[in-house]
């Protein structure tokens, strides 16, 4: 959910692209993280950890901690806390440790 | 391979600070940060800052990132790099970066680390649910990015940060449960907490959480009460619906770049963990490594700003540069005794003499 009325701050509107995540279409602003994105949309399973198999999202939202790893266009370990969102991509929920060999 | 007199890795208050004066100096310049814009973790401060009017207090973070921002921008000799993610740093000196997936070198004669710090965990059970943040995330979805991070929030910290973003949490339309302590007592400045009080926001100190629940993201958290060994009490359980939690329970330096060029490190818990050893210059034990800011010893911006200033400024001197050294070193440090002085700066102190008890080694080269 967008915050609308800020006492202090201005959220001026971005510019609407549409994405894939899972393979599902959503909007979010160009240039904002994808992560501000997934979260607007309600979705805030990132990730599956690799041993446990639990559930993980986001945790410092400054590209510091690894907790947000996810798979952008095929490509593993982004951290999309910080990864800019652009038209037409696609983000999955990354599952293990993330295999580079299996991109092509 | 690039040439500088100074690079500064990091453009939060501390780097910023710690450019502009090289800058001021007569020095070259190259600022590089890892983010897409200058200002660190200012740009989520929507609250006005305490201190003198030297660091800009009465001023949002906000507007003092921005300021700052103009100021560096406008220095002939500095320049800026954005998305520049610091990767290393050799033996020989030089320092690499990935900017837009390229590999740059750089060879600067002086190097001011301001790497800045990152927010600490806790453990309890199920820590690990999505919607369990770090406070600093939780203000930066919010104050940057426009989103709401949720329904319901408990704050885990009554510290200056725990505090701040409770407030900043109800102005985004967020509900607050409760501001959950584990000491007996409010760490974070009276003016803070008599803020969130007048909100209805309960403060409950000595108090932690036994677990969080949840299936796929966080639903609810058990908090329970502390005795005075700051163990939890059998009995005192509260079951409180949330779907965030913050933890504001602390930040650690993020030193990882001073480790690997060699920097005796020791480990001060009052500054937040492994700090290097730093001279009254901010000069490591390896001579021409400047370190400011948190990643010195985690302490306020508004210190950042100076002791940013000051590696700049002893950056540049060691350079042959800043003939009035002297005085302005002297002014600096004047004015870091002033933001430590009092009970609020009791911690700092304490960190920093352990520090330079400890000594500097020699250089194992």
């Keep these: ?104 | 391979m690039r040439e500088t007199d100074v690079l500064v890795i990091g453009g939060g208050p501390a780097g910023l600070s710690a450019a502009i004066a090289a800058s001021q100096c007569g020095a070259t310049v190259l600022l590089a940060d890892s983010a897409n814009r200058l200002g660190g973790q200012l740009i989520k401060q929507t609250h006005k800052f305490f201190g003198s009017r030297q660091q800009h207090a009465g001023t949002r973070g906000i507007e003092i990132a921005r300021l700052l921002t103009e100021q560096a921008q406008s220095r002939p000799g500095l320049e800026i790099m954005l998305e520049a993610a610091a990767l290393g740093v050799y033996s020989d000196g030089v320092v690499t970066l990935e900017q837009n997936e390229k590999l740059i070198k750089v060879r600067p004669r002086r190097l001011v680390v301001a790497t800045g710090a990152a927010e600490k965990t806790l453990a309890f059970p199920n820590n690990d649910l999505p919607g369990i943040y770090g406070a600093g995330a939780v203000q930066t979805l919010m104050n940057v990015h426009g989103v709401k991070p949720g329904q319901r929030a408990v704050m885990v910290g009554a510290g200056n940060i725990g505090l701040i973003v409770s407030y900043q949490l109800r102005q985004a339309g967020v509900d607050v449960a409760a501001v959950v302590e584990a000491a007996p007592s409010i760490g974070g400045y009276a003016v803070h907490a008599s803020k969130i009080r007048r909100l209805g926001i309960p403060i409950l100190t000595a108090h932690s959480i036994k677990s969080a629940h949840g299936r796929d993201s966080l639903e609810g958290v058990t908090i329970w009460q502390l005795d005075e060994r700051w163990q939890g009490i059998p009995g005192t359980e509260r079951y409180l619906e949330a779907d965030i939690l913050c933890l504001a329970v602390g930040l650690s330096p993020l030193t990882e770049l001073l480790w690997q060029a060699g920097c005796q490190m020791e480990y001060i818990p009052e500054l937040g963990g492994h700090v290097p050893w730093h001279d009254e210059n901010q000069e490591t034990s390896v001579p021409g490594i400047f370190v400011a800011g948190d990643a010195a010893g985690v302490e306020e911006a508004s210190s950042a700003m100076v002791t940013g200033r000051l590696a700049g400024l002893a950056a540049s001197h060691s350079l042959g540069l800043c003939p009035d050294f002297a005085e302005l070193a002297e002014k600096a440090r004047r004015e870091l005794a002033q933001l430590r002085a009092g009970p609020m700066g009791e911690k700092i102190r304490r960190g920093l003499e352990k520090l330079h008890a400890r000594g500097q080694k020699a250089a194992s080269a």
């Excluded at chain 1, 701050?9 to 501000?36: C, H, N, R, S, W």
Aim: hydrophobic share 40%; net charge positive.
């Design chain 1, 1 to 104: 959910m967008r915050i609308k009325d800020h006492p202090i701050l201005d959220f001026p509107e971005g510019k609407k692209v549409t994405f894939y995540f899972e393979g599902q279409p959503l909007e979010g602003y160009e240039g904002e993280p994808i992560a501000a994105a997934l979260h607007d949309a309600g979705i805030r399973v990132l990730r599956e950890s690799p041993v446990l198999h639990r559930p993980r999202g986001f945790f410092c939202a400054i590209g510091n901690c690894s907790s947000c790893l996810m798979v952008v266009d095929g490509v593993p370990n982004v951290r999309v806390c910080v990864e800019k969102l652009r038209a037409g991509m696609r983000v999955e929920r990354q599952k293990g440790k993330g295999d580079l060999l299996a991109r092509n």
